[in-house]
């Protein structure tokens, strides 16, 4: 069975840039036809996907997220990457990794880490 973890500071400051990891066990992360997400939920409001690395390494990011989203991956560590650049307190939120069979992810199914919250603070 495939575990999903996410790993990274808690708290960032403003204008800096986030960076989390999700590290994968239990299966590999270029399993063809397996898209790897970043997705965060802010506190009091939904879901909001972010964006995704391909099996074959393409990268997918959310057009309101884009100019400031860099998703990458370490096929040798079985990791992949979140980037966040110009942090403002309004990306605070819980921060979760997750695996599924299409490239944007809607809800959060069996196939993700257990989430870390990211406050973004002076």
């Known amino acids: 069975q495939v575990q999903l973890r996410e790993s990274g500071p808690g708290l960032v400051k403003p204008s800096q840039t986030l960076s989390l990891t999700c590290t994968v066990s239990?299966?590999?992360?270029?399993?063809?036809?397996?898209?790897w997400s970043w997705i965060r939920q802010p506190p009091g409001k939904g879901l909001e996907w972010m964006g995704a690395i391909g099996y074959s390494g393409s990268t997918y990011y959310s057009p309101s997220l884009k100019s400031r989203t860099s998703i990458s991956r370490d096929t040798s560590k079985n990791q992949f990457t979140l980037q966040l650049s110009s942090v403002t307190p309004e990306d605070t939120a819980m921060y979760y990794c997750?695996?599924?069979?299409?490239?944007?992810?809607?809800?959060?199914?069996?196939?993700r880490g257990p989430g870390t919250q990211v406050t973004v603070s002076s």
């Open positions: 997750a695996r599924s069979n299409t490239v944007v992810v809607t809800t959060l199914g069996g196939s």
């Open positions: 239990g299966g590999s992360i270029t399993t063809n036809y397996d898209y």
